[in-house]
């Protein structure tokens, strides 16, 4: 049965206020935000094995594929079935499927299955789901054209994906000509992307209003709005397919990452490169200034494995587990135990004894998970992206309630 019918009813009063919004990435207020009796929790013996964070929401994978998210709702970027914004985690509805790998993205998040079918829910209004419609179903729905992917990522208003054989597709709005096939026409479906003759992909990451990819080379490749830098090719004209980032003379990377208006890309030697919008010191260099081009990131002797840029920050994890974060700190979200910004990395206040395998960063929070499958979270918590059964901000790490 299509899940999407079941709950046709139920959207349409959704379908206004994201016809409203479609051009724009501002959210309406979220009519459920208060907090309420959770309706759902995970149980103890269902740890994590991977974790994401959309815009102002969380989720995690449990090891048989079932996904649990928490926070705000109010276009069904949970996929529960519901638009109502929870406090503590619950379960996408996801009958008879079994996740490998989860994406989130502003108001929307997609998911992968074992065999590389894409399914995505939440908001629809402009094609990020891919279903080829434009209602906003509260639970999974399959990306059409039947592709099999290795990694999908949810961005601000599109969604990308990429196939064994290296090709990326994108789907959504289209505005900044970020799905990256020379046009600036939405698609509902995926839609290759115009890549450089001979250049494959191994790895892609969906922006606010842009996208970065890495080729097999260690190169860069970016597309879609440049007003920022965020392209990172010293020029304030976003490309409508993709172009190579001007990376310093002999570094190439292992991996690319990108959020609202800042990319970074990470050495084979942890030194972490980013260029962007800068105004909250995201960048790590020391600095507020925007750059156009890839800066080093003043991280000292500290070397990352691993990167997390956020809307207004950014965040990086060693080998070892500990994470560092910088940039903005209004809500907590470098969590240091304090709301001091830094424009130079600090190291988030982690409780004794944790590490990180993995750290995810969203709009203003940020969180981590263990090596035992247990997540933890810090920064702004208006709609329980704390997921502690709270709407408290925290300025340091503080457990998800499994």
């Known amino acids: ?87 503590v985690p619950v379960a996408t509805s996801q009958t008879g499927l079994s996740f490998t790998q989860y994406s989130g993205g502003n108001s929307h998040g997609c998911a992968l299955t074992s065999s590389g079918a894409a399914y995505c829910w939440g908001y629809d209004a402009d094609g990020r789901l891919g279903d080829g419609g434009f209602l906003n179903p509260l639970m999974p729905v399959a990306v059409q054209g039947g592709l099999s992917f290795t990694t999908v990522s949810a961005g601000g208003a599109h969604t990308c994906a990429l196939n064994s054989s290296g090709q990326a597709y994108c789907w959504g709005s289209n505005a900044y000509s970020q799905i990256g096939n020379g046009t600036t026409t939405y698609a509902s479906a995926p839609t290759a992307v115009s890549q450089p003759v001979g250049v494959t992909f191994v790895s892609i990451q969906a922006g606010d209003k842009h996208t970065c990819a890495l080729a097999s080379t260690g190169q860069a490749y970016c597309w879609g709005y440049g007003g920022d830098g965020a392209i ?57 200034t925007k750059r156009l081009t890839p800066v080093a990131v003043s991280q000292g002797v500290v070397t990352f494995a691993s990167l997390a840029p956020g809307s207004v920050n950014t965040c990086g994890l060693t080998s070892a587990g500990q994470a560092y974060c910088w940039g903005n700190n209004s809500y907590g979200q470098l969590g240091n135990a304090s709301n001091t910004s830094s424009l130079t990395p600090v190291a988030v206040s982690q409780p004794v004894g944790v590490t990180f395998s993995s750290v995810r960063a969203g709009s203003s929070h940020n969180c981590g998970l263990d090596g035992v499958g247990q997540t933890w979270c810090w920064g702004r918590n208006q709609y329980g992206q704390m997921g502690d059964n709270s709407t408290t901000d925290r300025n340091s790490p503080v457990a998800v309630s499994h």
């Open 1 to 87: 049965m299509n899940p999407r019918s079941i709950h046709r009813v139920a959207l349409l009063p959704l379908l206004g206020a994201a016809l409203l919004s479609a051009c724009s990435d501002v959210l309406p207020p979220d009519p459920a935000a208060a907090p309420f009796a959770p309706r759902m929790t995970v149980t103890p013996t269902n740890a994590f094995v991977t974790i994401d964070a959309g815009l102002l929401h969380t989720c995690g994978l449990t090891s048989a594929g079932q996904s649990w998210c928490w926070g705000r709702n109010n276009y069904g970027q949970l996929g529960d079935g519901s638009a109502a914004s929870t406090l």
């Open 232 to 288: 990172g090719n010293n020029n304030l004209l976003g490309p409508s397919t993709p172009t190579a980032v001007s990376q310093p003379v002999g570094v190439t990377f292992t991996s690319v990452a990108t959020e609202y208006n800042h990319s970074c890309g990470l050495t084979s030697g942890g030194q972490a490169y980013c260029w962007g919008l800068n105004s909250s010191g995201q960048l790590g260099d020391n600095s507020t």
